[in-house]
């Protein structure tokens, strides 16, 4: 089992930044996929960043690429989101995912983003 918890949310103005991280704990993450998924009112969940915990592939939804960027700190057993240029847009509940085979099995609880214009 893998326990997710996220932290970094709050209110951010248009153009600034944030930065989320996601503690894991239970086991180690090193042969697991880790994704930063995203909804936001009304809308879909969509993965706005993704990554295999090597390293070997990473991905960004088009509507981040070139502000946001994933990262990890093994010794910690942790992942960052970090947000910059942040837009309305991008206010949404944010979700760290984590899956070993084929399914995003384990998922945090969330942590709000609110950008302001």
């Known amino acids: 089992q893998v326990q997710l918890v996220e932290s970094g949310g709050g209110l951010a103005q248009a153009g600034g930044s944030l930065r989320l991280s996601c503690a894991a704990s239970g086991r180690t993450l090193s042969s697991h996929a880790m994704a930063w998924s995203r909804q936001a009112p009304g809308k879909a969940r969509e993965h706005a960043a993704r990554?295999?915990?090597?390293?070997?592939?990473?991905y960004y939804a088009d509507s981040v690429k070139g502000r946001f960027t994933i990262s990890r700190d093994s010794a910690k057993n942790t992942v960052y989101l970090q947000m910059n240029r942040l837009k309305p847009e991008d206010t949404a509940v944010y979700y760290c995912a984590a899956r070993q085979g084929s399914n995003w099995d384990y998922w945090g609880k969330g942590t709000l983003v609110t950008v302001s214009s």
């Open positions: 990554f295999t915990w090597n390293g070997s592939s990473t």
